[in-house]
């Protein structure tokens, strides 16, 4: 299976200490990565069909810290659709005047919606389809912009019509919020004061966050499988569904 990464933080924030050890889970998922920033209402959007254990694209994110205060990084273990570039995750579309970015981690079997112009996909991999079919339905749904807890209510609606296809866990984000929803595999922790240190699980590396942040500090991270040690993690229940805004679930 793939692996996702999500972080969402009430200040801008960079993601080198916890991509650093989430690039290493490569090892066994070498069909490419990607990982996306959301800044004001743009979107800087990473991708390489390399793995992120040997990309040069990989070690750019590692050393550059780029504050934001939501990030959603993905490794993919492809089941379907060729290993390019156009099928590397995470995915980008517009939907009422801002950016969403979305990456899956699972295996949809059969599914072939009827996707209208507005979103198709560009690559060949169930993934893309889904989150095109979900852009389609929120679209649908809802006249206007709305609000965190109205599109949390219609994701979690929208969610188990694509979880009877296979494993839907996934992150979507745009900008305001992040949702993370889980069939299988889905931790989250939420760091906050007082930070201690923690340790990457993947590599030896330790941070002590109380050095670097301010009481005010909040950071939610989400991931497939815990990436520090040290640290409460929670599990996602199957079928759960959370929203995360300002760096806490509401």
Request: glycine content about 8%; aromatic content about 12%; some cysteine.
């Amino acid at each position: 299976m793939c692996q996702l990464l999500g972080m969402n933080c009430n200040t801008p924030t960079d993601i080198v200490f916890s991509f650093t050890g989430f690039a290493r889970r490569s090892t066994e998922h070498g069909d490419g990565f990607g990982v996306a920033f959301f800044e004001d209402k743009g979107v800087r959007l990473f991708v390489d069909r390399e793995a992120a254990g040997r990309s040069p694209v990989a070690e750019l994110i590692k050393n550059y810290p780029i504050k934001t205060r939501h990030a959603i990084a993905h490794i993919r273990k492809a089941t379907q659709g060729r290993v390019t570039l156009e099928n590397c995750h995470p995915f980008v579309r517009e939907l009422w005047g801002r950016y969403w970015v979305f990456a899956h981690n699972g295996d949809l079997k059969d599914f072939e919606p009827k996707l209208h112009a507005a979103f198709r996909p560009v690559g060949s991999t169930d993934s893309e389809r889904a989150f095109c079919w979900l852009m389609q339905e929120l679209a649908k749904s809802h006249a206007g912009v709305p609000d965190v807890p109205a599109l949390t209510e219609t994701l979690a609606e929208l969610a188990p019509r694509l979880s009877k296809y296979g494993t839907f866990n996934f992150i979507l984000g745009n900008g305001e919020a992040l949702w993370a929803h889980a069939t299988t595999n889905l931790y989250y922790l939420v760091r906050q004061h007082p930070f201690g240190v923690a340790r990457l699980q993947d590599e030896d590396l330790s941070l002590d966050f109380a050095q670097m942040t301010h009481p005010e500090d909040r950071i939610a991270v989400i991931a497939t499988e815990p990436l520090t040690v040290g640290e409460e993690w929670v599990q996602f229940k199957p079928g759960e569904l959370k929203a995360f805004v300002a760096g806490a679930p509401l």
